[in-house]
Antibody, heavy 126, light 107 residues
Framework: QVQLVQSGAEVKKPGASVKVSCKAS????????MHWVRQAPGQRLEWMGW????????KYSQKFQGRVTITRDTSASTAYMELSSLRSEDTAVYYC???????????????????WGQGTLVTVSS | EIVLTQSPDFQSVTPKEKVTITCRASQSIGSSLHWYQQKPDQSPKLLIKYASQSISGVPSRFSGSGSGTDFTLTINSLEAEDAAAYYC?????????FGQGTKLEIK
């Protein structure tokens, strides 16, 4: 069965970076995309970016451009999300979510999020 | 950027009641609209994909409809276990976006 298992909770100081991992199992890792979504307390879900696990190409939300980096290690079937220059407003639960991917000759598209990780709470506090 | 607006934000309902949640997109997204259920302290769970396509394992009382800019999630004969927040999500264009959520309380 498909499982996405994320790393544990983190507490960081403002200005620091955090790297969250998402280990996938139960499917061919490189045949899908992995998205990252966060949810601040009492807020809506917020999309951060995605990686094509097959070719490593990434797309990021303009809101996080320059601060977020999504990578993957195909040998470990694991995706990573690193967020830098943390501030208190980045306190949130961070989720990875799997999506199917389709590529035309010019671009790639992803579908609905069919499996989600359990979430990782990142707390930014001085 | 496509903005999704859900209504209502909150609804208190009794078991066996029929519930309708709407999601309006700021521009046409075809049928690239998906619905998720999120219970307290849990991850979101996919309920409906592409506006109206059912998901294996999801009870048949959940259904979706719509296209373009207006979409609806319907829950027929509500059960106590349906107490949760419900979110719509568009995958038509980047950045992906979500509605603000609708919280259902069971009386």
């Amino acid at each position: 069965q498909v499982q996405l298992v994320q790393s544990g909770a983190e507490v960081k100081k403002p200005g620091a970076s955090v790297k969250v991992s998402c280990k996938a199992s139960g499917y061919t890792f490189t045949s899908y995309a992995m998205h990252w979504v966060r949810q601040a307390p009492g807020q809506r879900l917020e999309w951060m970016g995605w990686i094509n696990a097959g070719n490593g190409n990434t797309k990021y939300s303009q809101k996080f451009q320059g601060r977020v980096t999504i990578t993957r290690d195909t040998s470990a079937s694991t995706a990573y999300m690193e967020l830098s220059s943390l501030r208190s407003e980045d306190t949130a639960v961070y989720y990875c979510a799997r999506a199917g991917v389709y590529c035309s000759s010019t671009t790639c598209y992803t579908y609905h999020f069919d499996y989600w990780g359990q979430g990782t709470l990142v707390t930014v506090s001085s | 950027e496509i903005v999704l607006t859900q209504s209502p934000d909150f609804q208190s309902v009794t078991p066996k009641e029929k519930v309708t949640i709407t999601c309006r997109a700021s521009q046409s997204i075809g049928s690239s609209l998906h619905w998720y259920q999120q219970k307290p302290d849990q991850s979101p769970k996919l309920l409906i994909k592409y506006a109206s396509q059912s998901i294996s394992g999801v009870p048949s009382r959940f259904s979706g409809s719509g296209s373009g800019t207006d979409f609806t999630l319907t829950i027929n004969s509500l059960e106590a276990e349906d107490a949760a927040a419900y979110y719509c999500h568009q995958s038509s264009s980047l950045p992906h976006s979500f509605g603000q959520g609708t919280k259902l309380e069971i009386k």
